[in-house]
């Protein structure tokens, strides 16, 4: 199959080419610099020049393709929301009658269920979610109806060392002796391993299934407390709890992310295209050890 794929030069994006290429596919990669076209081709991709503001690349690289997998994505742009959209109408209309659309989105598009397990019929809405752009997104893909449009919500993705939460609470146990988490850190977070979640995708390409929502989960949860304690133990450091005061000082909005708890209920990704996670858990990823970053 020929599959056209933004965010290949990226940590999710980059683990699923890597594993269509294995399958057999004919990949073919945007890349908006000299790095990513580099990171890409050495994945087996070939590189296709232009960012997700490149409309008329995007419009062209759906045209030649016969499936569409959207995993670019940059949630420190406050301009994401509207840059997604006019690159999703450019792939949405370029890709012929008919082909696949994978859209990734985020457990996160969920409203905090203060631990309830939600499966993909529990409601979203874009006020509940502090990532409402990505729900927009997931209706427009999923009202494409012509094309076979699917989604995917993903949990905490974790693996290969590259997982920013992980290596976030890493860096800050190296950097300040401390891992912090707030309050009792009981909520729990739902997560999946970067190579279960790209055997996801190649999976749903291989046997799409039009206005599929699935979430991908390991089916496996981690309080907060746990994560910051693992992390501590790696580093030497100590996991400290903060009142939510202190953490709305220190992390901004990130704190009111770090309170939520809604784990994902995954079955269904088995039921329609057979996934089975297998990998190692995120607290078993934290005891193996993260590199320290590379020196800048």
């Keep these: 199959m020929r599959i056209?794929?933004?965010g290949a030069s990226g940590y999710v994006g980059g683990v699923v080419a890597e594993h269509l290429v294995r399958a057999g596919h004919e990949v073919a990669a945007l890349a908006r610099s000299d790095q990513a076209r580099e990171r890409v081709e050495g994945l087996g991709a070939v590189?296709?020049?232009g960012g997700l503001l490149d409309l008329d690349a995007l419009r062209a690289g759906a045209a030649v393709a016969e499936a569409v997998v959207h995993t670019a994505v940059d949630y420190g742009d406050p301009r994401m929301g509207d840059v997604e959209r006019d690159a999703l109408e450019a792939m949405l209309g370029g890709l012929n009658d008919g082909g696949a659309f994978i859209y990734t989105s985020t457990g996160l598009v969920y409203p905090d269920t203060g631990g309830v397990t939600v499966d993909e019929d529990h409601p979203v809405?874009?006020?509940s979610s502090p990532q409402p752009f990505k729900i927009l997104g997931e209706r427009r893909v999923l009202e494409a109806d012509?094309?076979?449009g699917m989604v995917v919500r993903a949990s905490l993705v974790y693996g290969r060392e590259r997982s920013g939460l992980l290596r976030s609470f890493v860096d800050n146990g190296r950097s300040t002796g401390t891992v912090p988490y707030i309050g009792?850190?009981?909520?729990a977070w739902s997560s999946v391993h970067i190579d279960d979640l790209a055997a996801l995708y190649v999976a749903m390409l291989e046997r799409p299934v039009a206005?599929?929502?699935v979430n991908a989960a390991s089916g496996r949860t981690t309080p907060m407390r746990e994560i910051a304690e693992a992390a501590a133990e790696l580093t030497g450091a100590r996991a400290v709890s903060l009142t939510f005061e202190q953490a709305v000082a220190a992390m901004g909005p990130m704190a009111g992310v770090l309170t939520r708890s809604a784990p994902?209920?995954?079955s269904r990704a088995g039921r329609l295209f057979g996934w089975r996670p297998t990998a190692h858990g995120l607290l078993e990823?934290?005891?193996s050890g993260l590199p320290a970053p590379a020196a800048s």
């Design 47 to 49: 590189a296709v020049p």
């Design 125 to 127: 809405a874009p006020e």
């Design 211 to 213: 206005g599929a929502v």
């Design 184 to 187: 009792e850190g009981a909520n």
């Design 4 to 6: 056209f794929i933004t």
């Design 264 to 266: 994902l209920d995954s």
């Design 146 to 148: 012509r094309l076979a």
């Design 285 to 287: 990823e934290l005891a």
